[in-house]
């Protein structure tokens, strides 16, 4: 399976403090992007990365990438309570139909 | 952002009945859509690549009779799931590639009962 695998499967803090959720994968890819899914929703794009780059910010959201490691960390500073949701890591990998693979997820909550 | 719609968001049907689900893109073209399926509390799986005006592309293990494709034009895929059972029931979004970005629709609940 091309299937990458996140850390932690679920995270549980204080409104205010700062989220962190890690994604690996398998093979060579082309970006990487974060999505965050609000239950029983739809996905909505937050953040691309890609291969070439190592670090990305927007908004509250800082985003790295090792591909050395294949590995990357979504950041989330100052979290609020409507951050609550599932976090998912998708690769495209370099060639075919720019096809995206999930990686299991994180299911943050975030308590006022 | 592009927008994309899947339609319908909940659907009920009977077991052996089959269920179509469609997903458009309302302000851009896709020539590649893709279809996935989410059980409770897990990723997404990937099931197939819809292309516009050729054969799907199936993933492994995903049953190219049970779960039929269809990518009409530029802008309309369906998905329609055959002779359904109890097992089908799950939830199914669609993505249409935009660019570098794969844009969602708000996904379908199918129960088969």
């Known amino acids: 399976s091309q299937q990458g695998e996140e850390d932690p499967q679920a995270l549980s803090i204080q409104e205010g403090e700062n989220a962190t959720m890690n994604c690996s994968y398998k093979t060579s890819i082309n970006n990487l992007q974060w999505y965050r899914q609000n239950s029983g929703r739809g996905l909505v794009h937050l953040i691309l990365?890609?291969?070439?780059?190592r670090e990305k910010h927007s908004g509250r959201l800082r985003v790295t990438l090792d591909t050395s490691k294949k590995s990357s960390s979504l950041l989330i500073t100052a979290s609020r309570a409507a951050d609550t949701a599932s976090y998912f890591c998708?690769?495209?990998?370099?060639?075919?139909?720019?096809?995206?693979?999930f990686g299991a997820g994180t299911r943050l909550a975030v308590h006022p | 952002g592009a927008v994309v719609s899947q339609h319908p968001s909940r659907v009920i049907c009977k077991s052996g009945t089959s269920v179509k689900i469609e997903c458009r893109s309302l302000d851009f073209q896709a020539t590649t859509m893709f279809w996935y399926r989410q059980f409770p509390k897990k990723s997404l799986m990937l099931m197939a690549t819809?292309?516009?005006?050729?054969?799907?592309?199936?993933e492994q293990g995903v049953e190219k009779d049970k779960f039929l494709i269809n990518h009409a034009s530029l802008t309309l895929s369906t998905l329609t799931v055959t002779s359904a059972h109890p097992e089908d029931s799950s939830f199914y979004i669609c993505?249409?590639?935009?660019?570098?970005?794969?844009?969602f629709g708000q996904g379908t609940r199918l129960t088969v009962v």
């Open positions: 998708a690769t495209v990998f370099s060639g075919g139909y720019n096809k995206l693979i």
């Open positions: 993505s249409a590639q935009g660019g570098t970005e794969a844009f």
């Open positions: 990365i890609r291969s070439n780059e």
């Open positions: 819809s292309n516009e005006g050729s054969k799907a592309t199936y």
